[in-house]
């Protein structure tokens, strides 16, 4: 299946 | 103290309008280069991010940083009560617990003024890279608006597909399952129905529909949405504000476990 990931997964905290 | 007026307040209750079903509270910040807001979803999918620029008003003076807690829904309640062809002026003091917002008639008959309690807001600041993107669309947003809207009656998410001349986005549902492709067109008669594909590699990336259907929103605030697509990275959906600033949406695909 796909899986949903958080967006903070990709961008990190700033 | 903080003060800013725009002359078309229709702006920013367009700009609400598209995020209040999406972010329920978010901090409004303020510095000398502008007015501008980075806030998630409450499910930690989707970045909204928004940015009008000290110049896109009429008048702007901010003497020190301001971080202004607000409900989204509280605000759109507010922004509600403003004419669409009304000047909205922002003001808050330096520590105040309060932002004042002045709707003005064209014709200065009518004044109105409403204040919105300010409130603290705990939230996480993520930072954007600034990518190169694969592939980046620009399409009418009305039309990118009832493709997202369309798929949605069919699929829960779209397979966004570009390669040079046409962009592509597929569903599959219970029902059966739906393709709407888009050619490059660049109708210089007609600037505002043009689509334009730039890319540096074909890209293929799943999304949930219910978020873009979200995002398209924001369709009011320009003729256009501009879509940047990478392997496996966000979405990134732009709607420029002309002379103002613009409002883009992040997005987290779907990715095979």
Redesign the interface.
Known sequence: ?14 | MFEARLAQGALLKKVVEAIKDLIEDANFDCNSSGFSLQA?DS?????VALSLRADGFEHYRCDRNVSMGMKLASLSKILKCANGDDAITMKSEDNGDTITFMFESPEQERLSEFDLKLMDIDS??????DNEYDATVKLPAAEFQRIVKDLSTIGD?VEISVTKDAVKFGTTGDIGNANIMCRQNKAADKPDESTEIDINEAVSL?F?LRYLNSFAKATPLSTHAVLKLSKE??ILVEYHIPEVGRLAF????????
């Open positions: 299946g796909s899986g949903q990931r958080s967006i903070a997964s990709f961008f990190g905290a700033g | 998630m499910s930690h999918v989707s970045l996480e600041h993520l930072g954007i890279p998410t799943t949930a990275l966000p992040y997005l987290a695909p779907k990715i095979e476990d």
